[in-house]
Nanobody, 126 residues
Framework: QVTLEESGGGLVQAGGSLRLSCAASERAFLSYAGAWFRQAPGKDREFIAAISWNGHQYYAGSAEGSVKARFTISRNDAKTTLYLDMHSLKPEDAAVYIC????????????????WGQGTQVTIAS
């Protein structure tokens, strides 16, 4: 059973950058699509971006503040790791960021992902 562990969260100034990592425990992850979601206090879990097993990227069209121009999802299969590079961070980006894996590429529906990490907290200082 593949497990996922996020890292890289923390406190950053508004306008700054962070790289989040999501390390998978097994190479079986290579056949899965990966995704990042986020959840802020009192809000629903929100899809950010996904990447297929062969590198096609998908970004949320409805995420607050339009993340596509500021966030980049990628994967390093040699390290079985998923990344989310975030730039020009805004106070509204503060949330717990959670990675997920599933068989359906590009889905914004959290029900399509059956493996989840515990999340990493991102805090933005304004």
């Amino acid at each position: 059973q593949v497990t996922l562990e996020e890292s890289g969260g923390g406190l950053v100034q508004a306008g700054g950058s962070l790289r989040l990592s999501c390390a998978a425990s097994e190479r079986a992850f290579l056949s899965y699509a990966g995704a990042w979601f986020r959840q802020a206090p009192g809000k629903d879990r929100e899809f950010i971006a996904a990447i297929s097993w062969n590198g096609h990227q998908y970004y949320a069209g409805s995420a607050e503040g339009s993340v596509k121009a500021r966030f980049t999802i990628s994967r390093n299969d040699a390290k079985t790791t998923l990344y989310l590079d975030m730039h020009s961070l805004k106070p509204e980006d503060a949330a717990v960021y959670i990675c997920a894996a599933g068989v359906v590429a590009g889905s914004e529906n959290s029900d399509e992902y059956h493996i989840w990490g515990q999340g990493t907290q991102v805090t933005i200082a304004s």
